[in-house]
């Protein structure tokens, strides 16, 4: 499975985004998906992710609250709704499809990573 995330940018602190992660090539419905986030200089962590059919979703404790992922299998597609955005949340979004976990190596399909920067 192919992925293509998009829906990053530049917003003010207090703002909001919404990233998409549509696939291609096989159906996302076979696959949990995850939303990964990298900062300059830090790892790469699990902000949400979303089991296969939707029933079962994961936040880090950083974003619970903030950001609501969702899922619409139809369209092949996944939602982070990003709200009250902080300069903190400033980083490289990918969004990864594989297992229901909050391991990253169990996610085995990544797309690219969309920039999101928040200005305070």
């Known amino acids: 499975v192919q992925l293509q995330a998009s829906g990053g940018g530049l917003v003010q602190a207090g703002g909001s985004l919404r990233l998409s992660c549509a696939a291609s090539?096989?159906?996302?419905?076979?696959?949990?998906v995850g939303w990964f986030r990298q900062a300059p200089g830090k790892e790469r962590e699990l902000v949400a992710a979303?089991?296969?059919?939707?029933?079962?979703?994961y936040y880090a404790d950083s974003v619970k609250g903030r950001f609501t992922i969702s899922r619409d299998n139809a369209k092949n597609t996944v939602y982070l709704q990003m709200n009250s955005l902080k300069p903190e949340d400033t980083a490289v979004y990918y969004c990864?499809?594989?297992?229901?976990?909050?391991?990253?190596?169990?996610?085995?399909?990544w797309g690219q990573g969309t920039q999101v920067t928040v200005s305070s």
């Open positions: 979303i089991n296969w059919s939707g029933r079962s979703t």
């Open positions: 090539g096989r159906t996302l419905s076979n696959y949990a």
């Open positions: 990864a499809a594989g297992s229901f976990s909050t391991t990253r190596q169990e996610y085995r399909h």
